[in-house]
């Protein structure tokens, strides 16, 4: 009799689906016989200005030493954060984009019978982790497409290790104030820890939603914050990812933090990209100009989306989104159904170049007129 492999593996894994990333331009064109170069994907989030030529050059330098391994302790990509950040390189933990940050403190922090609680409508990756542990998630209904913060600090039991909090969300684009973030905070029991996850915080800088997680690090010792190079810093390519803690939850990470996780190209572009603030605000700009954009067309369009702090925006599109997706494929334009996250009407789009922007709003009508208003 053959083997049920799916038996053998651990409970909480046996009810997990694989994480369903943007469509790859590469797939679409073999689909549909399009040119790589005829296709435009906003649907992962990424800089449409392409990488920093100062992280392009350390990349390009750093390849004559493939032959050798990564310095494992990063040191001079945690010296320049530190710089970067004002903290001590001691409350780093780097990963393989912020997803591996993610899972370590997962595994660190949580058990089978513990609980973990995160909000509807928030980033897949935190019931993946938690269940693929085995603890429990503890999935507490949005507010608004938003986190209910008053409803996740009454949602702490006895058994909870870990609370996920998306600032700004991802794939809503809502975002909490300090004044709620350290609410929460100061209900949470300081044997819970808080992951305050920042992927798109570099997108609040100057606008009315600022918000610092790592300014509250001295009041919480239970907090933990997450970014990534991934987004405005234009290397989702390279996989890197950083949390920010105290020492003592660092010594901790860094213990289960698999050896060489993050690769030397990744480590030298991460670090040279730091140096280029220029890029990072032309990053900030093009997304402040492409939200207005794409906020404009939609709402000519007489469709509702929802105010977004990051690089996308979550438009309802008042039918069955993946039909709609479907008809965007065969446009040419890649975006990203959203129905996995409870969102089975809404699309989540990607700030692009104006010219991209402009493509995607031009297909989009021409779809939902073919799929019926």
Known sequence: MAVDYQTLAVEGVQSLTPYQPGKPVEELAREYGFRPDDIIKLASNENPLGPSPRALAAAREALENLCLYPDGNAFALKEALSRHLGLAPAQLTLGNGSNDVLEVIARCFAAPGS?????????????LVTLAIGARGVEVPAKNWGHDLEAMADAVTERTRLLFVANPNNPT?????????????????????????????????????DVNGIGLLRDYPNLIVTRTFSKAWGLAALRVGYAVSSAAIANILNRVRQPFNVNTVAQVAATAVLSDLEYLERSREVNRQGLRQLEAGLTDLGLEWIPSAG???????????????????????????????GMPSHLRVSVGLPEQNERFLKALKRVLSATGA
Do not use: W
């Not at 609980?115 to 019931?127: C, K, L, N, T």
């Not at 709620?180 to 009315?208: H, K, Q």
């Open 173 to 209: 684009g809502t975002v909490a104030g300090e004044k709620a973030i350290r609410s929460l905070m100061d209900r949470v029991p300081e044997r819970v820890v808080v992951v305050l996850d920042e992927a798109y915080c570099e997108y609040l800088a100057g606008t009315d939603d």
């Open 115 to 127: 609980e973990v609680i995160y909000s509807q409508h928030a980033f897949a990756v935190y019931p």
């Open 311 to 341: 690089n996308f925006v979550a438009v309802d599109v008042g039918r069955d989104g993946n039909e709609v997706f479907q008809g965007l494929l065969k446009e040419g334009v890649i975006v990203r159904p959203i129905g996995g996250y």
